[in-house]
């Protein structure tokens, strides 16, 4: 830091340095914040489409089994079988590693740029979404790796037979089996409320920033994240009802 030599303070060699780096760590901010909505707007395209997946179960065995097949071969013979699968696989790896370190950095920068902490917490926009975000994401971490063990390789399943997924998802939510269904059902809350504020937050970073496009964004995300937790939701609950069995 360049301090002028009458005592009095930095110089403007001292505050220019200090305004720019100031500047830079601003800039990698938003940088951050595209990384976030980035990475975000990857895992919601893929929650809607296996939204769209799991609703065939309504058509029945042979079409949702036919689905999960078909799964495998996308891309063939382009590509070799399974090698779609196994580039998704790796492309949402990735965008779940990159959410999660920028939220970190993001977070930890926040706390720097105020170490004390308000005696009363101000309210944060998006009220219980915004609080909720990293718990919420946490728990949709821990069901991720419980799902794949339990529907993608089938190792916690009781029924477990890869070949016929339809089976696996009945067995699933068997009424005895009320706890995995709850753990479902808290799970899809989970990423229903994550959803809510993290759609509302990319649209702002993504430039609806004037009172009216905050309004349209609150509005977009609400009913996006209503669907998917509908959508979800209604296999475990057709399972229960007997309307698919
Ligand atoms: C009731 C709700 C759900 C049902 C019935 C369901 C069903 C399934 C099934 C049957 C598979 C295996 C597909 C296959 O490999 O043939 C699967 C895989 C998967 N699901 Fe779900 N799912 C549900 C909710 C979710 C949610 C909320 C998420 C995200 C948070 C999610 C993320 C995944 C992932 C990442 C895979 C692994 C895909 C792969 O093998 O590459 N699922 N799901």
Request: zero cysteines; glycine letters at 10%; a positive charge.
């Amino acid at each position: 830091m360049h301090w002028t030599n009458d005592g009095g303070g930095p110089s403007v060699v001292g505050m220019a340095v200090l305004t720019a780096s100031r500047k830079r760590a601003r800039t990698s901010s938003v940088g951050l914040k595209m990384l976030m909505a980035g990475s975000g707007i990857l895992l919601v395209l893929f929650l809607f489409a296996h939204m769209a997946g799991n609703l065939k179960i309504f058509v029945g065995s042979a079409a949702f089994d036919h689905y999960a097949h078909w799964l495998r071969d996308i891309g063939t013979p382009l590509l070799p079988r399974t090698w779609y699968l196994w580039l998704q696989r790796t492309a949402l790896t990735a965008a779940v590693l990159v959410h999660i370190v920028a939220a970190t950095i993001l977070a930890r920068r926040a706390r720097t740029a105020r170490p004390v902490r308000y005696a009363h917490r101000p309210k944060v926009q998006g009220g219980y979404a915004a609080r909720t975000m990293r718990w919420g994401g946490v728990i949709i971490v821990l069901f991720a790796v419980f799902h794949i063990l339990d529907l993608s390789t089938g190792t916690v399943n009781p029924v477990g037979d890869q070949a016929h997924p339809y089976g696996n998802v009945v067995a699933d939510f068997a009424p005895s089996r009320w706890y995995v269904t709850l753990f479902y059902a808290l799970a899809i809350l989970a990423v229903g409320v994550h959803l809510r504020h993290g759609i509302f937050s990319a649209a702002r970073t993504l430039g609806q920033q004037s009172p009216r496009g905050a309004r349209r964004a609150r509005a977009a995300a609400l009913v996006l994240s209503s669907v998917l937790v509908a959508g979800y939701l209604s296999v475990p609950a057709a399972v229960l009802l007997g309307l698919v069995k």
